[in-house]
């Protein structure tokens, strides 16, 4: 993935499901939702352990098929182990209709998940942070 086409994906993204916020300000699923979401992308918390509370301005959701078709999901943050990655791919493939992008997290990577997304004209993000994209790139 060349600087270009992350620059592109970051410009062009406006709302992110973030798989594995957490609420806890020491992790960096909190960390990077709260980042992004005061750069201006709508970022939409998912946990199962915290659905329907509120963070960030949004309600938690359990998983990505509970995230509205109609909430203009055009990136999957990704904040859980590689091999949890594929069904995490299926499900935002079968129910995020307007999905450009699935990135996954520092040390996250999962070849299938990638190959599946691709296969469906998604962009795919392996093992990058876009809290550390974003001033790397000057964005």
């Not at 699923?29 to 201006?40: D, P, Q």
């Not at 995490?88 to 190959?115: C, F, I, K, S, Y």
Request: include cysteine; hydrophobic fraction near 45%; glycine fraction near 8%.
């Amino acid at each position: 993935m060349t600087d270009a086409m992350i620059r592109g994906i970051l410009e062009t993204t406006r709302v992110i499901a973030l798989v594995g916020w957490s609420p806890n300000p020491e992790r960096p699923s909190h960390r990077v939702a709260a980042y992004l979401a005061g750069r201006g992308y709508r970022v939409i918390p998912v946990n199962p352990g915290h659905a329907g509370q509120k963070a960030l301005g949004e309600v938690i959701r359990a998983n990505l098929a509970s995230v509205p078709a109609d909430a203009g999901v055009d990136m999957v943050d990704i904040f859980r182990r590689s091999e949890h990655v594929l069904p995490l791919v299926q499900e935002a493939l079968a129910h995020l209709p307007q999905l450009r992008t699935v990135w996954m997290q520092l040390g996250v990577q999962n070849a299938d998940a990638a190959v599946l997304a691709r296969r469906r004209g998604v962009l795919v993000v392996q093992d990058r942070c876009p809290a550390i994209e974003i001033p790397r790139l000057g964005l």
